[in-house]
T-cell receptor
C-alpha cells in the first residue's frame, strides 16, 4: 500500500526526443506527487510536483500527467537535452504526513 | 543562501563501530528528514522531526539506529554496531512548515561504507 512503482529502470533518448517515465501507486490517501532529479554526487532536487485535483502540470519542458482513476502519474521531458541526463525519482506523500515515499528511480541518458 | 549541509561527506568504518552523521538544515526550516539511499535503490524514509513534536521514527530499520535534533536545528543520526548492510548514502532534507508545496530540500548526503 505504501509503495510507489517506477518504470523504466533506465532510459536512453536521443537529443531532442521525448523522455517518459511512469509511476503507479496503490494508496489513495496520497495527495502530493513530486518528481525529483538527482545528479551524481548530489542530493535530489525538486523538479515539478502535482496534486490530484489537476490532470496535468507543465513547467517549461517538463510535464506531469496524472490519472487519478488509474492511480498513475508520469513525467514527460520534451526536447530532451544531454544536460537532462540524471536519475529521476517519483514520490508521493499523504496529507498531514510529510514523509515522502519514493520510487526506485530511472536513470536517464540523453545521447548527443 | 545556504542549503542543507551534511558532514562528513564520506565515512569509512569497520563493522561493529558506531558512527554519527550530522545534518544542518536550512535556517528557519522546522521539518527535518533522514532518508537512506542504497546502491541502485530509491530513497528509504528513516525519521522525521517537526518542530517540538515527537519524531516519526517509523522508518528506522532497527534499534541500532537513532537520531536526535537539538534546539530545533542540527540533527545527528547515530548508527551503533554498524553492519555491512548499513553501507549506503544517508540523505538529510528540510522543509518549511509554511510551504504549501511540501518541497523538501536535500543535502548532498553522507556516503557510509562499512568494511
Amino acid at each position: 500500500q505504501q509503495q510507489v512503482k517506477q518504470s523504466p529502470q533506465s532510459l536512453i533518448v536521443q537529443k531532442g526526443g521525448i523522455s517518459i517515465i511512469n509511476c503507479a501507486y496503490e494508496n489513495t490517501a496520497f495527495d502530493y506527487f513530486p518528481w525529483y532529479q538527482q545528479f551524481p554526487g548530489k542530493g535530489p532536487a525538486l523538479l515539478i510536483a502535482i496534486r490530484p485535483d489537476v490532470s496535468e502540470k507543465k513547467e517549461g519542458r517538463f510535464t506531469i500527467s496524472f490519472n487519478k482513476s488509474a492511480k498513475q502519474f508520469s513525467l514527460h521531458i520534451m526536447d530532451s537535452q544531454p544536460g537532462d541526463s540524471a536519475t529521476y525519482f517519483c514520490a508521493a506523500s499523504m496529507r498531514g504526513f510529510q514523509k515522502l515515499v519514493f520510487g526506485t528511480g530511472t536513470r536517464l541518458l540523453v545521447s548527443p | 543562501g545556504a542549503g542543507v549541509s551534511q558532514s562528513p561527506s564520506n565515512k569509512v568504518t569497520e563493522k561493529g563501530k558506531d558512527v554519527e552523521l550530522r545534518c544542518d538544515p536550512i535556517s528557519g526550516h522546522t521539518a527535518l528528514y533522514w532518508y537512506r539511499q542504497s546502491l541502485g535503490q530509491g530513497l528509504e524514509f528513516l525519521i522525521y522531526f517537526q518542530g517540538n513534536s515527537a519524531p516519526d521514527k517509523s522508518g528506522l530499520p532497527s534499534d541500532r539506529f537513532s537520531a536526535e535534533r537539538t534546539g530545533g536545528s542540527v540533527s545527528t543520526l547515530t548508527i551503533q554496531r554498524t553492519q555491512q548492510e548499513d553501507s549506503a548514502v544517508y540523505l538529510c532534507a528540510s522543509s518549511s512548515r509554511d510551504s504549501i508545496s511540501n518541497e523538501q530540500f536535500f543535502g548532498p548526503g553522507t556516503r557510509l561504507t562499512v568494511l
